[in-house]
């Protein structure tokens, strides 16, 4: 379990700065620097280092931080899991970005309801950088990614590699086509916020072919990839998505895929976890449950 100068020491690499950590927590900044004091003490070493006015961890302070969010996370769920009324029903919280979420998950969750009707679950959607943090806090057991995210931090099982296509209306004149990218730099890019997987799926995707977000004349930003599909299927833009995500609006013909000259994207669905858990043999039978399913479920 943890104690409470680790968790003066979590706030600090959150906040990085004593003043703040000490108001966030209702301390003064001498028991703040006092708990840090204490642990580099215990473990044979400075913590923290400044560059310059910028308050930042040392390796030894890195590894404490990886097991400490380890250690805050699995102390949840046991109290969690000593708090059910009923021990023998599995319970799983785990999130999943956008696209997965809206369009990979509800197939699988149905397969596995269906074969285990008593299984407790519960899934939050949200972007990336949103869902590692509340894996870190121990908010959500594990999630399920189709962002990047440093895998030096966590741990990971691939799940899919799915492809990443260009679309357009089927009304567009590059609609089944095969065009150079000069030949769409004048279309209007619709494309998901800043922090989502799916953009930053794209903007990688260009990079590896010397383009950017820049190379557009106009670019648009839309939260919510539904509503970027209805756009595109009026010829409002163009945009770039999972071949997942397209292929109901593909096969009744609202959007029209088109390629364009030496240019291929495609990127891992990630079943992500914290490597040090005391949970980890539970979070691994989750991702072959998941896997399972998809198998199943997965259009061929």
Known sequence: MIDFRHETFYHLCQIKNYTKTAEYLHLTQPAVSQHIRYLEDLYGGPLFE???????????????YRYVQVLRADTKKIAEELQKTNAEQPSVLFGATLTIGEYVMPGILHQILREHPNYRIGM???????????????????????????QSRYAARLLSYEKFI???????????????????????????????????I???????????????????????????????????????????????????????????????????????????????????????????????????
Not at 50 to 64: I, P
Not at 126 to 138: A, F, H, M, R, V
């Open 202 to 300: 794209l903007e990688q995707a260009l990079k590896e072919h010397n383009y950017s977000l820049d190379s557009f004349e106009q670019v648009c930003e839309i939260g919510n990839m539904n509503a970027i599909k209805q756009l595109v299927s009026k010829d409002d833009g163009i945009s770039f998505m999972y071949l997942q995500a397209a292929a109901p609006e593909l096969q009744k013909g609202e959007l029209s895929e088109f390629m364009i000259e030496g240019f291929s994207a495609g990127h891992e669905f990630n079943f992500v976890f914290l490597e040090n858990s005391v949970y980890k043999k539970q979070y691994i039978r989750w991702f072959d449950i998941i896997r399972q399913a998809y198998e199943v479920d997965r259009p061929t």
């Open 50 to 64: 400044y560059n310059g006015r910028r308050l930042s961890l040392t390796r030894r302070g890195e590894h404490l």
């Open 124 to 150: 939050i959607v949200e972007n990336t950088q949103k869902l590692l943090q509340e894996l870190s806090d121990g908010t959500i057991d594990f999630a399920v990614l189709e962002g990047y995210f440093d």
């Open 166 to 200: 260009p679309v357009c209306s089927p009304g567009s004149s590059l609609a089944g086509k095969a065009v150079s990218f000069d030949a769409i730099k004048s279309q209007r890019l619709i494309l998901r916020e800043k922090g989502s997987g799916t953009r930053e």
